[in-house]
């Protein structure tokens, strides 16, 4: 290698430039001269050890840009080698054939000396500079390393910050116990037909809200008209608008009467400020010292503080929006109008506010206190009619018993216009008629169905009820009753276990009545009962299909005769669920319960949690029987108390 042939050059004339020293002091006259040469010598004995040190410690380059400077010493090193072997050369004929040094006279001329020493000061000189660029682009290699090490560094300190601020995130995340309204917000967009809402979205109301800040609109309709689906498309269209400039916050929430903790105003606040807590501009501090305030975590935070803490956040953007769905199914709606309004009086005045709901007297007269523009758009059909009509060839093509009718135009056309002409701008009623329409077996059903089409949704749901099979009236009337007003979702298992609890009958729990698969009940009460997957427990679970559904078995004394099997108050139907959960405790009073045997008892882990809470509310109405069963469930064997308290601790 070149790198290594430049260090035996090195050593090489080391050793010669040694003799030629040797030889030097030997001399005789010419003093200056020889002075002159002996500095020079060695001077350049010193280079020469200095490059022969660099090759022996330096490892082999590792590119042709760091052999370089070791390459460019070799026709220098040549040239002295030569240099010296003149040199050696006159001293070797004064010497004589013994090869004794004796002592002698001064062998070079005037000319000859200054020849000599020019030379080698030149070769010196090159030797020089080229160990200077090794030396600079040795500092400059150190100095990109020491740059490159500081950027890995930096890297690394940002990775650390981040990791520690996700721990951070999530860690207050859980302290809020937020409800998190992305599962609304993805669940309407996987059901809605692409292009819905585009009325709206290509407005000019619109543009202006997006734009102008301080400004609230309310979009307002009748039950089932498509708000929720209506509300994903505008937070579709905003967040992909904030994502374009920066300094902006998106806030959203899904009141939902599935779900008790979402019908809560105060629940909306929790779910802003940790939404808020995951952005870069957030008021992570500040919930950091809230947190430590509240020993660690140990104590909720209070609604005033995070109020607090909100507004404060507010500052750090240029703009906020705000989209709430659904405002009609919050328990809590005074409070939550207050709010609205406080919000929209919050310097510095940089909310741009969406709300949907139905057309309300309560809330029309709250928002017209709002300042700012406030604008109210009523979802009338003709606007929504190419939606709806989006969303019927839509569930014609996906719907799998629908599919059977692909082939057959005219059929297609005929449930096109009849839903379409019919619908009056409710999606809901649409719905229930495809599913409807999905039982047809030829087109002389299609059409009997098309024909005697019900002229809303009450009257939809009342023809549903009434083709219940009579085996089946007690199971749906109990289970809707359960899927009304249960204060948690209810598991396929957890429903197939409810109709086998009848506590007028003896025994009260017969487990030989558990459905073998409980999506079944689709079939019995279509339109009535939806089954979703949930993405935060991973079960499949049953719910009341709208909320509309809930407002129809909750008919007042004048609409009850309607639906006299199936109507309740809500009382009514607390003490049912308090009435099966005690049933079924009591059921397990032979048992020890273990976690293998509970594993095969579904029900007892809720019915030990939460019976207390159904039997508040009966009570709260004199219920007696609810109170007998509570006296019977106090007064029975030690094992029905013992599981009753490990079921409620391991639930817990």
Avoid at 52 to 73: I, V
Avoid at 447 to 473: C, F, H, N, Q
Avoid at 618 to 633: G, M, P, S, T, Y
Wanted: hydrophobic fraction near 40%.
């Amino acid at each position: 290698m070149e790198f290594v042939g430049v260090a035996a050059s090195a050593t090489t004339l080391l050793q010669s430039t040694a003799d030629v020293l040797r030889y030097l002091a030997a001399v005789k006259g010419a003093s200056k001269d020889r002075q002159r040469l002996l500095a020079e010598l060695h001077s350049m004995e010193y280079l020469l050890c200095t490059l022969q040190e660099r090759a022996d410690e330096k490892a082999p380059p590792s590119s042709s840009s760091d052999l370089l400077p070791y390459g460019r010493t070799k026709e220098p090193l040549e040239q002295l080698e030569a240099l010296i072997g003149i040199m050696t050369k006159k001293f070797e004929i004064r010497e004589g054939r013994r090869r004794f040094l004796t002592v002698i006279a001064w062998p070079f001329k005037k000319d000859e000396i200054e020849g000599l020493l020019a030379q080698v000061a030149r070769q010196k000189s090159l030797i020089d500079t080229y160990l200077n660029e090794s030396q600079i682009r040795l500092s400059d290699a150190i100095l990109n390393d020491i740059t490159a090490l500081g950027s890995k560094m930096i890297g690394l300190n940002e990775h650390l910050t981040r990791l520690s601020t996700k721990q951070d995130v999530a860690r207050i995340q859980r302290w809020l116990e937020a409800p998190d309204p992305s599962l609304n917000y993805h669940s309407a967009r996987s059901r809605r037909c692409e292009g819905t809402g585009s009325w709206f979205v290509g407005s000019e109301t619109f543009r202006q809200w997006i734009v102008n800040p301080a400004m609230l609109v309310w979009l307002n309709g009748s039950p089932g008209c498509g708000k929720t689906f209506l509300s994903a498309t505008i937070l579709d269209h905003v967040f992909e608008y904030c994502s374009l400039l920066g300094s902006r916050a998106v806030l959203y929430y899904y009141f939902d009467f599935r779900n008790g903790r979402r019908q809560q105003h105060q629940a909306m606040i929790h779910s802003f400020v940790s939404q808020l807590s995951s952005q870069n501009d957030g008021p992570m501090e500040d919930l950091l010292r809230l947190h430590s305030t509240c020993y660690d975590g140990l104590n909720k935070p209070e609604y005033k503080d995070l109020m607090v803490i909100l507004r404060q956040a507010f500052f750090k953007f240029q703009n906020i929006y705000i989209v709430l769905d659904a405002l009609d199914e919050c328990d809590e709606l005074q409070d939550l109008l207050d709010t609205v309004k406080d919000i929209t009086k919050w310097e510095p005045m940089n909310t741009h506010v969406l709300i949907t709901s139905r057309d309300q007297r309560n809330i029309k007269e709250s928002l017209a206190l709002v300042n700012g523009d406030t604008r109210q758009i009523c979802i009338q059909s003709k606007a929504i009619g190419e939606d709806i009509r989006r969303y019927i060839l839509h569930t014609l093509n996906r719907n799998p018993r629908l599919r059977r009718w692909h082939r057959n135009t005219s059929t297609r056309k005929e449930i096109e216009s009849a839903l379409t002409s019919k619908a009056d701008g409710m999606f809901r009623w649409v719905a229930c008629q495809l599913d409807q329409l999905g039982k047809a077996l030829s087109t002389f059903d299609i059409r009997g169905i098309l024909a005697t089409l019900p002229i809303d949704l009450e009257r939809t749901y009342t023809r549903i009820l009434s083709e219940v099979p009579e085996p089946y009236i007690g199971y749906i009337s109990r289970v809707l009753k359960w899927l009304a007003f249960s204060t948690s979702g209810l598991s396929l298992d957890l429903v197939a276990e409810i109709v086998t609890v009848n506590i007028g009958e003896h025994p009260r729990v017969n487990l030989s009545k558990r459905f073998q698969d409980p999506v079944d009940l689709l079939d019995i009460c279509p339109s009535m009962i939806s089954c979703k997957d949930s993405v935060a427990t991973g079960w499949s679970h049953l719910e009341l299909a709208h909320f509309s559904v809930r407002e129809y078995l909750l008919m007042d004394d004048a609409n009850r005769k309607r639906n006299a099997q199936y109507g309740f108050r809500e009382p009514e139907a607390h003490a049912t669920i308090a009435s099966d959960c005690i049933a079924y405790l009591l059921h397990l009073k032979g048992f020890i319960l273990d976690e293998v045997y509970s594993s095969q008892c579904p029900l007892v882990f809720y019915a030990a949690w939460d019976w207390t809470e159904h039997a508040q509310v009966a009570l709260a109405h004199n219920n007696v029987a609810v109170a007998r069963l509570i006296d019977e469930l106090f007064s029975a064997k030690p094992n029905v108390l013992r599981n009753w308290i490990i079921s409620g601790t391991v639930s817990a």
